[in-house]
Every structure is written in structure tokens, then in C-alpha cells.
């Protein structure tokens, strides 16, 4: 089956450690992307990638870094930089980046901070 | 800015009642326009888009949206509410290739 996975579901953090979410889909899909979901609040966009090799920062990029050295994998590094890190963290990916392309989303990944 | 705007973080109607989840856009230019659905600790779904074309979109699940231009509205309906709707429902427009999204409404459905 087609689909984004990320891993783990449930991540636990230490204060002051940088922690590592994967994203990986099998679409075939150009563009891929980060979002963090808090309650009462809509999705806010980390970072995206157009293509391999490639990614802009999005809206809340501060103390989050990633990588895309492969076209199906986009993972998100959340560094001791960012200050408020708890949260459920969304990786998704369309086909490419016109105006109006869906965007798949893989399950999620609930990190905490401890 | 564009920006969207649900009114309503919940929203409680009865089972075999009508659904209405509302979205109002503000978007200098024609969008393109989407309403997702999640259910606890899982990812988004979507359940319709509008491009272009017919203002009425049918989605899954029986849902349904209509984009209203002059009124810059896309809300979500479905005629008869079940238990299995329950969950959090996100509208979201595209100018461009980013998604704007709302902040959410949760349904809950009564027995």
C-alpha cells in the first residue's frame, strides 16, 4: 500500500537533547513537509522540501532542522533550541507544488518533553 | 494576510442530525479550498477539495461543501450526523501551494 509512515508514534525527550522524527512515504511524491500540531490551534508549517536536496523554513522553523537526501525521506530533527518542543508533530507530501496539489498525511508523532 | 477562519472550536449535534461546520477565507485571489478530518492521535484525511468548477463539492463519508464566493465561505455539511463523525474537522485554502489552515472544530455527536 501507498502511504506516509513516520516513527515513533510516542517519542520522549529530555530537556537540552535533540531528537530525531522520520517521515518516509512511497507516493512517489515531489514535495514533502512539516507541521506542528497544538490543541486549539490549526497546523503551522515547519519547514517543506520542493524537491531532493532542497527545503525552505516555514513559518515556525526556529530549533527544528531537516534534511532530504533521498526523495522518500524527509526526516525532522528537533534540536535543545526549541524552547517548547511538546507537541504532535505531522509529516506530509503531494505530488508536487502547484496551487491546489492534496496533501497526504502520514499518523503522526507525539513528542514530550520530560 | 490570507487567513481562515472556523467558527466554532466545537460543535454538538445529535445523531441523525444535519452537520454544519463553518469556514470563512479571506484570499485576495480565487483559492483553492479543502476541509480534512482527523480522529484522535491520527493523521489528517481528506475528505473534499474544490478547484475549480461545480461550487459544490461531494467528499467522503456523505460530507459535502459548497464555495460561496461572494460570501468567501466553504462550510462542510452533511444531512445526517453518525457516531463515527466524531472528530476534529480542519478547513484549509491554498493561494499557492501552502496550505492556510484553520484552527479547527471539534464535532461531537450526542445519542
Known amino acids: 500500500d501507498g502511504g506516509i509512515t513516520q516513527s515513533p508514534k510516542y517519542l520522549f525527550r529530555k530537556e537540552g537533547q535533540n531528537v530525531t522524527l522520520s517521515c518516509e512515504q512511497n507516493?512517489?511524491?515531489?514535495?514533502m513537509y512539516w507541521y506542528r500540531q497544538d490543541p486549539g490551534q490549526g497546523l503551522r508549517l515547519i519547514y517543506y522540501s520542493q524537491i531532493v536536496n532542497d527545503f525552505q523554513k516555514g513559518d515556525i522553523a526556529e530549533g527544528y532542522s531537516v534534511s532530504r537526501e533521498k526523495k522518500e525521506s524527509f526526516p525532522l530533527t528537533v534540536t535543545s533550541a526549541q524552547k517548547n518542543p511538546t507537541a504532535f508533530y505531522l509529516c506530509?507530501?503531494?505530488?508536487?507544488?502547484?496551487?491546489?496539489?492534496?496533501?497526504?498525511f502520514g499518523p503522526g508523532t507525539r513528542l514530550t518533553v520530560l | 494576510a490570507q487567513s481562515v477562519t472556523q467558527l466554532g472550536s466545537h460543535v454538538s449535534v445529535s445523531e441523525g442530525a444535519l452537520v454544519l461546520l463553518r469556514c470563512n477565507y479571506s484570499?485576495?485571489?480565487?483559492?483553492?479550498l479543502f476541509w480534512y478530518v482527523q480522529y484522535p492521535n491520527q493523521g489528517l484525511q481528506l475528505l473534499l477539495k474544490?478547484?475549480?468548477?461545480a461550487t459544490l463539492v461531494k467528499g467522503i463519508n456523505g460530507f459535502e461543501a459548497e464555495f460561496k464566493k461572494s460570501e468567501t465561505s466553504f462550510h462542510l455539511t452533511k444531512p445526517s450526523a453518525h457516531m463515527s463523525d466524531a472528530a476534529e474537522y480542519f478547513c484549509?485554502?491554498?493561494?499557492?501551494?501552502?496550505?492556510?489552515w484553520g484552527a479547527g472544530t471539534k464535532l461531537i455527536i450526542k445519542p
Open positions: 507516493l512517489n511524491h515531489d514535495a
Open positions: 474544490y478547484t475549480t468548477g
Open positions: 484570499s485576495s485571489v480565487p483559492p483553492y
Open positions: 506530509a507530501s503531494s505530488l508536487e507544488t502547484s496551487p491546489g496539489d492534496t496533501q497526504y
Open positions: 484549509a485554502v491554498s493561494p499557492n501551494y501552502q496550505l492556510i
